[in-house]
């Protein structure tokens, strides 16, 4: 399986302690790592088919201060379709609608050949990227619109028409809002904590390493941190309902219902 991380927030972030955390889960999801954030409303992606303890480009991505944004994606790989090659590497971005959507997927489809594909075509061979031109395609039949809540129940339908051939967690966006598909199939394996303030002082699960989020972030700053699984110790996290798309924007969710969202989180 896979590892996934996003970060949605009403104001451009920094996600360095994010990453350097999430980082360390590539002992076992090992084949590629890849990050897309959204500068300028343009998704930008920095990806690569190696693990991302041994990579340089990793840590220069992880000490540079340029990687800014109010949504950040990311994803490692541990490979169940397709070869250790770039094209097979999320997150994976097509446009729709004139807009750039960075996309990526944790689980297993079984059959995802069956999944038609109407305008866009996948350039690896992966069962994620496969599923992710699906969706856009559907999507453009039904003429859906991001922007539109209205049409968030029809995309939701998709998703679960995706979910049917198997486990499908994923995450998306526009740059302006994060999507987020909890697989329907056993376990928990999506899980998010809310961001706000009072903001007080957080560790890292998989690294003894410690921040004060006061020192980060202003007392506007809201958000959103969705991970497979908690990334760390002493943050409100819980897993997301099954089955079911969320929406999030402003840093706040439009469209699913998430527990305690207005609750400030215990930093």
């Known amino acids: 399986m896979c590892e996934l991380l996003a970060l949605h927030f009403n104001q451009n972030i920094n996600p360095r302690f994010s990453l350097k955390g999430f980082q360390q889960r590539a002992r076992v999801h090992s084949h590629g790592w890849g990050l897309a954030w959204f500068p300028d409303g343009e998704a930008q992606i920095i990806k690569e088919p190696r693990n991302a303890m041994n990579s340089s480009l990793f840590e220069a991505v992880y000490d540079g201060p340029w990687v800014k944004s109010k949504n950040i ?3 490692l790989r541990f490979a169940t379709h397709g070869n250790h090659l770039q094209q097979n590497t999320h997150p994976f971005m097509r446009y729709y609608r004139k807009k750039s959507i960075v996309f ?3 689980g297993v ?3 995802h050949e069956s999944l038609a594909l109407k305008g866009y075509q996948p350039a690896g061979e992966t069962d994620s990227e496969h599923a992710f031109c699906h969706l856009l395609g559907a999507m453009k039949e039904q003429k859906l619109e991001l922007e539109r809540p209205g049409h968030y129940p029809k995309i939701q339908d998709i998703l679960k028409h995706i979910n049917s051939l198997g486990k499908f967690n994923c995450i998306f966006s526009d740059g302006e809002r994060l999507f987020v598909y909890h697989t329907a199939t056993p376990g ?3 899980h998010y904590a ?3 303030a009072p903001f007080g002082r957080i560790t890292l699960s998989d690294l003894d390493m410690s921040l004060n989020l006061e020192d980060e972030k202003n007392p506007d ?3 959103v941190v969705i991970a497979t699984a908690a990334i760390t110790d002493n943050e409100n996290w819980q897993a997301l309902p099954k089955g ?3 929406v999030f924007k402003d840093g706040v969710c439009i469209f699913g ?6 609750t400030p989180a215990h930093l």
């Open 73 to 75: 994606l990311s994803h």
């Open 104 to 106: 990526a997927h944790n």
């Open 109 to 111: 489809l079984n059959g």
């Open 188 to 190: 928990k394996s999506l």
């Open 194 to 196: 809310i961001r706000k």
């Open 221 to 223: 700053t809201r958000g």
């Open 244 to 246: 079911q798309l969320f």
């Open 257 to 262: 219902e998430i527990h305690a969202h207005d």
